[in-house]
């Protein structure tokens, strides 16, 4: 598919025969379905507010709109604070045990008083935050 005389990379011209299709059956006022939105933010994070507008044939200023609201959500991939609740000191238990995951973060943990159900769920919830 070209766009502007271009040829589209894949993912926008996957981007718009998914829209195009969409557009296609849907009924008269039909606003875009959110997960349509999040394919277009996401390719705007790659090629752009205007040239992904033009290639998905959507309003510039209502794409660019959603992709700055996106921005300044967190983070999807779990990299977040996360605060356990105070235990209850048992003894003088103390751990220091460092965490990283298949893209190389890492989280370095010094716990005092703990629960072991505690660190395991921390550590699966880290885990899984990939």
Request: proline residues 5%; glycine residues 8%.
């Amino acid at each position: 598919m070209y766009a502007n005389g271009r040829r589209l990379p894949r993912d926008l011209a996957r981007g718009r025969s998914r829209l195009q299709a969409w557009r296609e059956q849907r009924n008269a006022g039909d606003r875009i379905p959110p997960r349509l939105w999040a394919l277009a933010v996401r390719l705007v994070g790659k090629h752009g507010v205007s040239r992904t507008a033009a290639a998905l044939k959507l309003d510039y200023y209502g794409l660019k709109k959603r992709s700055q609201a996106a921005v300044s959500e967190p983070p999807s991939n779990g990299a977040a604070f996360v605060e356990l609740p105070s235990p209850v000191m048992v003894g003088s238990k103390q751990c220091t045990f460092e965490l990283s995951n298949r893209t190389g973060v890492t989280m370095r943990v010094h716990l005092m008083g703990y629960d072991t159900a505690d660190v395991a769920a921390l550590s699966r919830s880290f885990w899984n935050a990939e």
